[in-house]
């Protein structure tokens, strides 16, 4: 990639935001061409700022910039797409937080990936249509988000003798990052049963697009035991458990109506906005 001007445009999804000095914010954000950065808006605190609308979560925003030292400036920034319908429930805003997040966890500063940006919106925009199955989109999301970023489950073959893995029970290795047959599998330390049913959903997930998996209909049990094998293949990856999952449970055992207004709600931890001394560990001067 050629070296940036002084100045230059880009677009961005806002990922997360802290609070930095009496008026400022530093914003993580994703963009198509750079991946993940860093970026300042001074004053967006401000009453009287006009930044600040354009740069709320979530928000898809076309940014101009400045270079400076440490973070680069937000000189302008004009509202692409505001995902409306995805703030009007915490549902939704915290199915919004979770997607954002992840894509903050996995991904590396200016790390481009168009792929990635694309699935990031896609997921919003479905979040932000209210249709029925928020909750598989956010399985088929972690599954495609682990392909892209080199982290696939090999669900199809096993990992031990290679052989096609047939509708029986089966044996998942989450350190290896996939499923051994019955034979390999049975007696290796750290394998677990897989039921069939959750495998090949599992498999229908990873190969498919998202039209063709947003009207299916997976009995409770199922859809939580998918769940529960992605959310700990994702910690072993990660190596840590992400805060939004958490807030995503406590909501699902204790509902709010739908109905409350995105503003009398608070979103899911990734975003809050956190006070930040200009002065303190871990942070520069401009």
């Not at 973070?71 to 997607?99: F, K, M």
């Not at 406590?250 to 509902?255: F, I, N």
């Amino acid at each position: 990639m050629s070296e940036r001007s002084h100045s230059y445009r880009t677009r961005a999804v806002i990922l997360r935001r802290r609070n930095y000095g009496d008026a400022d914010r530093i914003l993580t954000v994703y963009t198509p061409s750079f991946g993940k950065r860093f970026f300042i808006a001074k004053g967006a605190r401000k009453t009287a700022s006009r930044k600040a609308g354009h740069l709320e979560l979530f928000n898809h925003a076309n940014l101009l910039l400045a270079q400076a030292r440490t973070w680069d400036i937000i000189t302008e920034s004009v509202t692409v797409e505001s995902y409306l319908g995805l703030r009007a429930d915490l549902d939704s805003i915290s199915q919004a937080a979770y997607i954002c997040e992840l894509v903050d966890a996995f991904s590396g500063e200016d790390d481009e990936n168009r792929p990635l940006w694309e699935l990031l919106l896609l997921s919003l925009r479905e979040l932000n249509a209210k249709r029925e199955g928020g909750t598989l989109l956010l399985r088929w999301f972690e599954l495609k988000l682990l392909v892209l970023m080199g982290f696939q489950l090999q669900l199809f073959g096993c990992l031990g003798c290679g052989e096609e893995l047939r509708a029986v029970k089966n044996y998942l290795h989450f350190h290896a990052g996939g499923v051994y047959c019955p034979v390999c599998g049975q007696t290796l330390k750290g394998a677990e049963p897989i039921a069939p049913q959750v495998l090949k959903i599992l498999r229908h997930l990873t190969r498919v697009e998202w039209p063709e998996v947003r009207n299916l209909q997976l009995r409770q049990a199922t859809a939580r035991s998918v769940e529960d094998v992605l959310q700990r293949y994702l910690v072993t990856v990660l190596e840590r458990r992400l805060k939004s999952v958490d807030f995503l449970r406590r909501l699902r055992l204790a509902p709010v109506p739908s109905a409350a207004p995105a503003e009398n709600a608070a979103p899911a931890p990734v975003g809050q906005d956190v006070d930040e001394h200009p002065h303190s560990p871990g942070t520069g001067g401009h």
